[in-house]
Nanobody, 124 residues
């Protein structure tokens, strides 16, 4: 079992920055990959970023590449999403998720545990 709790969401202006955090508990944090997803009202949940268990491999959706950075601190059991230069289209509920599998994936169906989500609203 893995429990995930996101924090750090809120209102941010275009051109600003915001950092989301996701604290994990349960299984050994350094043994599984983590991902961030987002879901806007009326839309599907979409992949944002993924980081491997050790942090050595990161992958991003094209829509956030160069603006968002995923990182993790295995000593603190926490994964982060640094959001720089956000755009109004980044407005969504952001979820962190744990992938206990061995194959790198961006499909939400392949992630095993989810946080409750945190709202991010980007205003212009």
């Amino acid at each position: 079992q893995v429990q995930l709790v996101e924090s750090g969401g809120g209102l941010v202006q275009v051109g600003g920055s915001l950092r989301l955090s996701c604290a994990a508990s349960g299984r050994t944090f350094s043994s599984y990959a983590m991902g961030w997803f987002r879901q806007a009202p009326g839309k599907e949940r979409n992949f944002v970023a993924r980081i491997s268990a050790t942090g050595g491999h990161r992958f991003y959706a094209d829509s956030v590449k160069g603006r968002f950075t995923i990182s993790r601190d295995n000593a603190k059991n926490t994964v982060y999403l640094q959001m720089n230069s956000p755009k109004p289209e980044d407005t969504a509920v952001y979820y962190c998720a744990a992938d206990l599998g061995v194959i790198s994936t961006t499909s939400p169906m392949d992630y095993d545990y989810w946080g409750q989500g945190t709202q991010v609203t980007v205003s212009s």
